[in-house]
Structures are given as C-alpha cells and as structure tokens.
C-alpha cells in the first residue's frame, strides 16, 4: 500500500477505509479477559469513593465527595481533550496512567500519614475516571467487529457478574479486599495495553481528504447513545430502591449479556439486532416502578428489567465502530464521552427536580425508552448494513471492476443491471447519507440524485428504502 501523505493526498477515501480495516486487532480471550477486568476496577473505585450507592463498603479513608466530584469533571474534560488532541498516543496514554494508578495503590500499604493516604486515593481516582474515556476508543479505533462483540457479550458479562459480588449487601465485601484486586487489575491491564501496539493508529479523515460526513446520522446516533445513557442510569437509580437491587441489576445484565453472545455464536443473530428488545424490557420495568410501592415483590422484577436497558448502552462501541467505518473522524470517541458525562449532570438533575413525583419521572423515562426504540428502528437498518460489507469491497470499487459483492447482490434482484452510479448511489443510501450528502459526494445536483433514486428503485422493482435493505442482506 502506498504510504500516506497528507500533503500529498495520496490516498483515496476508500483507500483510506481499506487501511484502517487492516489495523483493526483480533484481540485473544485472556487479553480481552485482562481489558475487561477495567470494569470492575472502575465500578469499585466509584462505590468505595463516595455516597453515591446508598449500600454500605466504604473506604476507610476520609474521603471528601466534593473532591471526588472535581476529580470526575477533571478526569472527563482531560480524556476528552487528549482525545482530540493526542488519538494517536492513547495507548500510551494508557499505559501511563495504568501504571501510576497502580503505583499509587501500591503505596497505600506504605506507613505513611493520612493525608497521604488520601492524596494517593485521589491519584489513583482521578487515572481510573481518566481511562474510562480511552476504553471506548480503542475498541472503536483498534478492535475488530468480532473482538469487540466477544468483549462486550462474553467479557463484559463476565466483569458485572464480579462487579454484582463487590456491591452486594448480603456480605459486604470490605476495601482491603477491594484494595488488592485493584493490583491485580492494574497487572492486567498493563499485560493488555502493552501487549496492544503502541504504534498504530487508523488514518483519520480531513475535510480536505475528500471524505463526506453523513451529518444527519451521525447526529441520530449521538441522540441514541445519549438517551440510552439516560435509561442506564436511571435503571440504576431504579435498582438502589430495591433489597439486593444493584447486585441484582448488574447480575442480570450478565445473563442478559450472555444470551446475546449465545444468540451470536449459534445462531448468527447480531447483537444491536436486540436492542429494540432490550429497551422495551427497561420501559417495562419503569412502568412497573409505581406498582411496586404497592406491590414490594415486584421490585425485584423491576431491577432485572432495566439491567436490559444497560446492557443495550454497552454496545455503543458497535455503533462507534459502524461510524468510524464511514467517516474515520477523531472526534467520535470524545463526543461519546463528553454525551456519557452529559448524561450524568442531566439525570441528577432531574431526580433533584422529580424527587417527590418518582411516578411522574418514571412517566418521563418511559417516554424516553419509546423515544429511544422509535429512533432505534430507524437507525438499525444502516447500524447493521456496516456490519455486513467491509471498505474494500464497496461500490468505488464496482465503478472500475462492476465485480463486487455489492454489485452481484443487487444486479441479482434486478431485471436490468445497475450503472456505476447507480451502485454508488444504491451503497450511499445503505449508509445512511441524506440526498444533500450524497449530491455532495457524487458531485451531483439533489435533483439528479432523486432522479438517480428514482432510476434505481425502478430497476430493481421496489419502492422504499426499506425494501433496498432487504435485498442488500443477501451480501
């Protein structure tokens, strides 16, 4: 391949998809097993640092939850800076901070004063909240499809099955034990990101590399991940209510979890496929928040059916992966990021303004639920399309060759064959580009392109887009 220059512009937007495919990893299991062992590390940094569970564990330590706060709006901003500024050293960036927070763990055994105890706690804080921003961007940016499905479904159920056990109530599970897994989780992490190469980094887009930005679904998607942000923590909010509730919350999205990863393998069933399924259990499970004032036996219920809204937000990494495949751009990770900590501020916002209507705020995150489902159904067409071609294979390359997948899957379902154009257009619609975007990419008028459309649809004898999607799954 040739090597690329920005100044040059060597390389074409589809060569440049093409590249990036090939630095994505097929990550082994007991790597995937080291990086999923930053969940529980992560939640049991948050439930010994401050009042925010209303279960018992706290650290000894004279821990001020002011100063956490700070430390989580400090370590948030950060991420997301180094993110935009620095994408390319976020591996380093792990390693670094992985090995101070473990140097700083490590020196809470020392005999040292109370004042340092604190100021190393809060070192080591501050680096678990600073890394939760570079999790979702390694696997958007360095994980393959596969590695990222077996992480999130097998790995991840795996990590909350623990992080269950270390918020359980029945038998408080005390800091130094906490303390002492959080070196061995440090250990291996460090196994994993210094076994993850330093060195390679996909090539991010330009607005001068000729790369389109399809606006409108991007932004569809940010509102998705945003919302479903809110679900999660509410469900949480939902569980904290009821006896056992958090333990029982992240033990269902185990199960959960691994029922995805079961459909997956055995039955070739994608995960986001199960996501509208997934938030209509979690609005089920508010709707059921009022009944079980009356009802206390059903608070349970209502703890394992919002689990299923969390386990729908924990495949934001797909849908990350499935925009980085149309437009590599290096602000996806950090807009995550930044929506994930936006919605933090908003819903302790309105569980301050709801706190003596709880019917009325379960009533609003239902809606959001319906909210999230609608948008969902609309979005998942093109989520999935992602998933089933790969940049070499794309219509680009059917203009020169008229041999790619693309092109034999639909000129199949055609009385007539498709024009270059056409298969371009057909591949546009498929992503998710507007009309507008798409005149902009194939330097057309929005008119020739509906003219395009119309020519397309007519050739292959369907009428909607929805019907272009059927025939595209045979790809």
């Known amino acids: 391949m040739k090597k690329y220059d920005r100044n040059e512009n060597l390389l074409s937007p589809q060569e440049v998809l093409s590249h990036n495919e090939t630095v994505r990893k097929e990550i082994p299991l007991p790597m995937l097993l080291c990086f999923s062992l930053f969940v529980i590390w992560q939640m049991g940094m948050i439930f010994f640092s401050s009042n925010a569970l209303s279960i018992g564990g706290r650290t000894p330590l004279p821990i001020d939850v002011d100063n956490t706060t ?53 070192i080591h804080y501050f680096f678990c909240i600073f890394m939760i921003g570079f999790e979702t961007a390694l696997m958007v940016n360095l994980f393959s499809e596969r590695s990222i499905i077996l992480h999130l479904t097998l790995m991840y159920p795996v990590a909350e099955f623990l992080v269950a056990i270390l918020q359980n109530e029945w038998s408080p599970i005390p800091f130094s034990v906490f303390h002492i897994f959080s070196i061995m989780a440090l250990i291996g992490l460090l196994i ?64 959960i979890g691994l029922v995805l990863f079961f459909l997956w393998k055995s039955r070739s069933i994608h995960p986001l496929t199960c996501c509208p399924y997934l938030v209509g259990l979690s609005a089920l499970g508010f709707l059921l928040v009022p009944v079980s004032q009356y009802f206390p036996a059903i608070g349970t219920l209502t703890a394992v059916l919002s689990a299923a809204g969390m386990v729908m937000l924990s495949l934001y990494a797909l849908m990350g992966f499935s925009i980085m495949n149309r437009y590599p751009s290096r602000t996806i990770t950090p807009v995550i990021v930044f929506l994930a900590f936006l ?75 498709l024009s270059p154009q056409e298969l371009r257009l057909a591949e546009l619609i498929l992503q998710g580009y ?42």
């Open 192 to 255: 994993f990101f210094f076994w993850l190469p330093a060195g390679e980094w996909p090539i991010l887009a330009r607005k001068n590399d000729g790369f389109i930005r399809p606006k409108k679904f991007f932004s569809k998607i940010y509102l998705l991940l945003f919302l479903g942000g809110l679900l999660t923590l509410f469900g949480n909010s939902i569980a904290e209510t009821v006896p056992y509730g958090v333990s029982i919350y992240y033990a269902s999205a185990a199960v």
């Open 343 to 417: 919605t933090v501020l908003i819903h302790t916002a309105m569980l301050e303004a709801f706190r003596d209507s709880e019917t009325l705020l379960c009533i609003l995150y239902f809606s959001i639920a319906v909210a999230v489902a609608l948008l969902y159904f609309v979005l998942q067409p093109h989520l999935i399309y992602a998933f089933h071609t790969h940049p070499k294979e794309t219509a680009e390359k059917a203009m020169e060759t008229h041999s790619s997948v693309v092109a034999e899957a639909l000129e199949e379902n055609s009385f007539d064959k």
């Open 434 to 475: 507007t009309n507008s975007e798409i005149a902009e990419e194939m330097n057309l008028t929005v008119g020739t392109v509906k003219g395009y459309r119309k020519n397309l649809y007519s050739k292959l004898q369907i009428h909607s887009k929805k019907e272009l999607f059927e025939l595209s799954k045979k790809l």
């Open 70 to 122: 700070l430390l989580v709006i400090a370590g948030y901003v950060l991420s997301i800076c180094f993110m935009l500024a620095f994408p390319r050293k976020i591996v380093w960036a792990e390693r670094s901070s992985a090995a101070i927070a473990l140097a700083a763990i490590l020196g809470l055994f020392l005999p040292t004063s109370p004042q340092t105890q604190v100021l190393l706690f809060y």
